[in-house]
């Protein structure tokens, strides 16, 4: 029932930046928690980061310093500012929210750093 909408993968070079976003549709309540995980070729899906709506946060340790996850409760929305990416950081990220204990995702959209 809940619908999330990722923007803002593309093509980036080693040292840049990007920021995705996230909008969320659907009933808002009971939601505990928003946030992006990533899958690189090859790869298992792993956390990148999640805010949850007391505004608790936690990063994976290879992103800590690096990206910021930031929620709008008012907007529904969800983004990741990601600087100083490197190649390890291609992966699609998929934004995920947490409804009443039931973990929900959305298409994924593709980051390509270059160097």
């Known amino acids: 029932q809940v619908q999330l909408v990722e923007s803002g993968g593309g093509l980036v070079q080693a040292g840049g930046s990007l920021r995705l976003s996230c909008a969320a549709s659907g009933s808002m309540l009971r939601v505990s928690a928003m946030g992006w995980y990533r899958q690189a070729p090859g790869k298992q899906r792993e956390l990148v980061a999640i805010?949850?709506?007391?505004?608790?946060?936690n990063y994976a340790d290879s992103v800590k310093g690096r990206f910021t996850i930031s929620r709008d409760n008012a907007k529904n929305t969800v983004d990741l500012q990601m600087n100083s990416l490197e190649h390890e950081d291609t992966a699609v990220y998929y934004c995920s929210l947490v409804k009443s204990g039931v973990n929900y995702w959305g298409s994924g959209t593709l980051v390509t750093v270059s160097s």
């Open positions: 805010v949850t709506s007391g505004g608790y946060t």
